[in-house]
């Protein structure tokens, strides 16, 4: 501790040394063992939330609008609210934004050699229902088929849906069978390799001469036995596979698994997306997983989404929507420098009053009322602080720095002072009768020790058992 005191003093000599900022980087040096780095700008993950009393199971963005699904129907993000949107019928299973295709024929000759061209014209809605495939394109909403729609791809310009144990494909004349009906319930589908892959909640499967084969995928590696599949997606040379035991992996022709032990955050999975920057994202039971390169990033609840399940995932510009039991999570990555964030939470601080007294403190709520917390850690927390700010005066030569750092300082310098022992500083100062949380215990479990100053206004906190008469 009292280590802790002689730094502090060293850091006060230096905040009232009569140099400027400037003075001071202009000084002479001997082999220093720094060198400065420019604050290059970054983009910061913000987060925000809209909470609903049903779980989402679906969301997508569509020409800048975002909708998410639920059992109770569709929903249109609009401000802080979800919207319902009244003409789709069912709970909704899947959305998904693909390119519009429109059937159309040059001429005579080719519609009778060649049939129709797509042409393309935009982009359009696709949403999966309990009752069917509706798409929504700039003629409305349309009804393509009834029925139970579990999945739906894109597939050789083509949507692809399936329908419990059939694969579809969408024609101008309507829904067409791409394969027979087949004993499995599938549950998801997706583009890979040139064909199209299915999995059943248990197995992986691909469409092979018009039928659904879940005999020959891989010479190498395999599935776990046993684990459950939630999701499939394919991208590039890879096929992913959401499970409850890790992400499983298809490339070439070789499994893999890819758990904990290699960076994944959290090993059940519930669905996998792309992102917005080359990046993917990987829903779980406990949170949402960011993958860039080999880097994790983990986003859990309560921080960043409203609910641990995280049920689907889709990504705008520079934004994420997490759709969880618990409703809708927003990360949006925003430009920010260490400047900008370091203001930001100074402004933080600032409007949440959690300066008292020259420490820095936690608030908490209790039961509707927002209480700072007299911890058994405000001195070590203020210490933090004016280090900050000494960083801060020395690359910035701010006035304001400068004046916050010798104000809390001798806070700092006052916790020594106040216990009356050379060398020994209080953890934290409470003021008699204040209304706060006052800590009752320590660190590693240890009761809190109060002794009151002679006045009687005040009372300083320690961990360890004192000889104090």
């Not at 040096?29 to 060198?35: N, V």
Request: glycine share 10%; proline share 4%.
């Amino acid at each position: 501790m009292h280590h802790r005191i002689v730094v502090h003093g060293a850091l006060l000599a230096f905040l009232l040394c009569p140099f400027t900022g400037a003075e001071l980087r202009n000084l002479p040096t001997k082999e220093p063992l720094w060198e400065p780095l420019k604050d290059e700008v970054y983009l910061q993950e913000v987060s925000s939330a809209i909470a609903t009393s049903t779980p989402l199971t679906s969301v997508e963005v569509y020409r800048d609008k975002v909708y998410a699904g639920a059992e109770n129907g569709l929903f249109e993000v609009v401000g802080t609210e979800l919207r319902p949107v009244s003409a789709i019928e069912g709970a909704i299973l899947r959305l998904r934004v693909f390119t519009d295709q429109i059937w159309a024929a040059t001429s005579a000759r080719a519609e009778h050699e060649f049939g129709w061209n797509k042409v393309v014209v935009g982009d359009q809605l696709w949403i999966a229902t309990s009752a069917g495939l509706w798409r929504n394109d700039d003629r409305g909403w349309i009804k393509v088929a009834a029925g139970k729609v579990l999945d739906m791809c894109l597939f050789r310009d083509e949507v692809v849906f399936l329908s419990e144990n059939q694969l579809f494909r969408v024609t101008k004349t309507g829904p067409e069978p791409l394969t027979q009906q087949g004993h499995a319930t599938l549950l998801g589908v997706t583009p890979y390799a040139g064909t199209l892959y299915v999995h059943d909640g248990k197995r992986i499967g691909l469409l092979q001469n018009g039928e659904i084969s879940f005999d020959y995928i891989a010479d190498w590696g395999h599935l776990e036995p046993g684990v459950t599949t939630r999701d499939i997606f394919g991208r590039g040379s890879r096929l992913y596979v959401a499970t409850n035991e890790g992400l499983g992996v298809l490339r070439g022709m070789t499994w893999y698994m890819s758990r904990g032990e290699d960076g994944l955050c959290y090993e059940d999975t519930t669905c996998i997306v792309p992102g917005f920057d080359n990046d993917l994202w990987i829903g779980t039971m406990r949170g949402a997983i960011r993958n860039v390169g080999e880097e994790y990033q983990f986003f859990g609840h309560a921080r960043w989404i409203p609910h641990d399940q995280v049920n689907a995932i889709a990504s705008g510009d520079k934004v994420v929507y997490i759709a969880t039991n618990g409703g809708l999570g927003i990360i949006t990555y925003e430009p920010y420098t260490l400047a900008k964030k370091a203001a930001y939470y100074e402004r933080w601080l600032e409007e949440w009053g959690q300066k008292r007294l020259g420490f820095v403190h936690s608030i908490n709520l209790v039961n509707g009322e927002w209480l700072r917390e007299v911890s058994d850690n405000d001195v070590g927390f203020s210490s933090h602080y004016v280090s900050a700010k000494c960083f801060e005066y020395a690359v910035t030569g701010s006035k304001q720095a400068r004046a916050e750092a010798v104000d809390m300082m001798k806070s700092v310098k006052w916790s020594e002072e106040i216990t009356g022992i050379e060398g020994f500083p209080a953890r934290s100062i409470y003021n008699v009768g204040e209304t706060t949380l006052k800590a009752m215990h320590g660190s590693g479990g240890l009761p809190a020790e109060w002794h009151a100053t002679p006045d009687g206004i005040w009372e300083w906190n320690t961990c360890m058992r004192l000889p104090i008469s």
